[in-house]
Structure formats: C-alpha cells, structure tokens
C-alpha cells in the first residue's frame, strides 16, 4: 500500500507533517508501507530527510488511494474516492467547510478526522493541543512584554520573541527562564503591579499553557485570593488556573455538576466577569460551541476599560473561536501578524499593541510554531495506527471496513455518505 502525504498549502505559516521521516522509515521496514510525498520548501522537515526514510517525492498523490495531511484541503485538489486524513474543521457544523464537505461527497471519498480518533473510553488519542498550549504562552507573554513597552514599561519581557523565531522548544524555555531571572533580579515589572496570569480549563492545550507560564517560577494562587490583588507583591508572577466551577454557575442557583454543564449547557451562566479585574493576563484553553455560555464577553470587556486603566493587557485567546468563548475574538490571526487590539468603544479590531482594550493574541495554527517538537509527538502517535488503516478496504460497506478501533469512531463520510454517529452534521448542509 502507498499511501501519500500532501503538500501543506492552506497557509503559508504551515510547516508540520502527520507523520516524520523516522515513522515513516520504521513504518517502510516493519509492515512495507510505501510513502510518496509531495515536495514543500516550507515543511520543518527536508526532502532530503524524508528521501533518506524511503520516502518517493512526486508532485502527483493519484497512485495513492489514502492521503493524509494536517490542515484542510483546497476543494479543487480533492480527487474521486479517496481516503483522506485530516483535520476537517467539519464537526461543528463550520460554514467556512461545508463546500469541502459537500466535494468530498460528491466525490465519493472516504473522510477520516483526526479530531475524532479516540479510545474505548472516548479519549483523544491523536493531537497538537499541548503544543498549541506551548506556543500559545510563549505568544502571550511575548504580546504582554510589547505591550508594556508601548506603555512605556520597559521590562525583560520585551526581549521575548514569538514561539516561531526560536529554533527549538528548549531554546525557548531557557530564554524565558533567563527572563523571568531579569525581572525578579531588577524589579522591572514593579510599577504594573503583581503580574496574575489566568489559565483556562484542565485539559492539554492547558496543561501546555502552564508548562510554558512554569518556568517563571509564579506563586499559583487559589482564586479565592484574586479578591485582593493588591495585597500581592508588585512585579512578582503569579497564576491562576480556573476549572468549569470556578467559570460557570447554574441560573438558578443550584449546586454546580460537571456532566449537567456539558449535558444541559443552557442552564449555565458564566460568572468570570468578577475575576478579569486581578488578571495581566488571560490564556483561554477551553472548549466552546455556541451551546456554551460566552466566558468573557464584549460587554464585560467595555465595562472594565470604562473607568481607570484597568490590569487587563492581553488575552491569549488558544481556543480561538470567533466572537466564541471570547467574544472580542473578532477574527483569527497568523504568525505574520499575531495580535490586535479589541478596541472596546468601537467594536473592531486594531492591529498593533496600542488602543483602549485589551491585546488579543488568536493565532489559529499556533502548534505550527514549534513545528519540528509539534510533529514529532504527532507522528509517535499516528504511527501505531497507519498498518490498520493501510491494509484495510473501504470497498464494501462501512461494517465491513476493518479499521482500527479509533480509526472507526473517526470516519465521516463513507463513500461519499455521512456516517451513523455523523448524521447530525446533514443540517449544516
């Protein structure tokens, strides 16, 4: 079986691939799974290196009857009853992808999302949340130490860079470690007070967040203590980590369940408004469709820039739903141009740093700022999936297609034909 990897072309910026050279070898040696990949002089790897893994570089994947990428695919470069892997952007209902959604059915193709590929027990298994987590900080605090600058706070912040200008993950980490050692050492962050950076949610995008917010070594306080923020140590760091119940409240007053919120999300209020007065920053790394409540909305960012300058300086919007679970996420950005800022008396977007509102910073490819470390962990764990999916059939009918479990639970079209468990997604259409 050839399978074939396409050329990243939906932006610029992109530089990942599903699977390295190093899998793509071992793959190659241990099942004889043929790669052919089209050539890109904007992947993070060289063709060089993939040649060595055995793969073919040709422009044309027509021989290869499954296809894999990481962004969605141009409709006009969808050829008839594929099998194609990728994450379609479709589950939502996402208007800017039904026309796609809509060719691959009329193609007939197979459509296997990498969003969906799961475990028994309905945990991701295939993902770059924790380093959209990663870069997604870096970013943040890099948009804090500009932001700053223009205000005329000259700190060791503003010698952060983007996470796509540093050659690895570790360079990165030692750099920001340095920094933070600079802003303790000269108390350079003093006259904006105590620096509370607010993380959202538990899961990996998170979790990559705090990695990254770590290595200023902050005092994490409980959010009981954001009450009295003046009662913290001006220019010291500190984090805030906050779980649903910490975010969200029953209308009615009742006691806070965990399934009832994701279950019954309508019954639910947000109750973050109160918090955002303490924050220097806010990282969003939540989940969000439009069932939820908005956590931070325009109205509540116009409230607190009504009165005096408020703490506020950047929000790093991860999850980057537009107008979504921040609502002054008007648009999303790329690594070429990262932030504006919300301008709160206006309602629009102002590119740059300066304005009344708070910066936002919505990359929405952020995993590919750290392409190398992004694909690797990738890859590790595609891997063990690719034989499964390579030796199988989806000729006859969908029960018959011997796929991997997680594969299984992953696929939205069969034969041009929405699946069972992905019917809902017809209303969009």
């Not at 999300?265 to 990282?283: C, N, Q, S, W």
Request: with cysteine; glycine share 6%; charged share 25%.
């Amino acid at each position: 079986m050839k399978i074939g990897i396409r050329r990243e072309d939906k932006s610029k910026w992109e530089a990942r691939i599903p699977l390295v050279p190093e899998d793509m070898a071992a793959l190659r040696r241990d099942h004889g799974v043929e790669f052919r990949v089209q050539p890109s002089n904007q992947r993070a790897f060289s063709q060089e290196a993939l040649t060595r893994a055995g793969a073919e570089i040709d422009e044309d994947l027509s021989p290869c009857p499954i296809i894999l990428g990481v962004k969605e695919i141009p409709v006009s470069r969808l050829e008839p009853s594929k099998t194609y892997v990728f994450f379609s952007h479709t589950i939502k209902g996402q208007p800017y992808n039904m026309a796609m959604l809509r060719r691959l059915m009329n193609l007939g193709c197979n459509l296997i999302d990498y969003e969906r590929i799961a475990s028994d027990t309905g945990q991701r298994l295939v993902f770059f949340g924790v380093h959209a987590g990663l870069a997604g900080m870096i970013d943040t605090l890099w948009a804090l130490g500009q932001r700053l600058q223009r205000r005329g706070v000259e700190s060791p912040l503003a010698d952060l860079k983007q996470a796509l200008h540093y050659r690895t993950l570790a360079e990165a980490e030692n750099h920001l470690r340095a920094i933070a050692d600079r802003c303790r050492d000269t108390e350079a962050l003093a006259p904006i007070g105590p620096v509370i950076i607010g993380v959202t949610g538990n899961g990996r995008v998170s979790q990559g967040a705090q990695q990254i917010c770590d290595l200023l070594r902050p005092e994490t306080l409980r959010i009981a203590e954001l009450k009295q923020p003046d009662n913290l140590v001006s220019g010291a760091f500190y984090k805030v980590v906050f779980e649903e119940p910490d975010m969200f409240a029953r209308r009615d007053g009742a006691a806070f369940d965990l399934q009832e919120y994701y279950d019954k999300p309508e019954r639910y209020e947000a109750r973050f408004a109160g918090f955002l007065p303490a924050l220097t920053a806010l990282v969003n790394c939540i989940y969000w469709d439009e069932r939820y409540p908005r956590l931070v909305t325009k109205a509540d960012l116009a409230a607190l820039f009504a009165g005096d300058a408020p703490r506020l300086e950047v929000i790093g919007d991860i999850s980057c739903d537009i107008e979504g679970s921040i609502e002054a996420t008007l648009r999303p950005t790329d690594p070429g141009a990262p932030v504006y800022v919300y301008d709160v008396d206006k309602n629009l977007a102002r590119d740059g740093f300066e304005g009344r509102g708070p910066v936002i910073m919505a990359v929405d490819i952020l995993p590919t700022e750290l392409p190398r470390e992004a694909s690797h962990a990738f890859s590790r764990a595609l891997r063990p999936l690719i034989p499964g999916l390579a030796d199988s059939d989806p000729s006859g009918s969908l029960d018959d297609w011997a796929l991997p479990a997680p594969l299984k639970r992953a696929v939205i079209l069969h034969k041009g034909k929405l699946t069972p468990d992905y019917a809902y997604m017809a209303e969009y259409l």
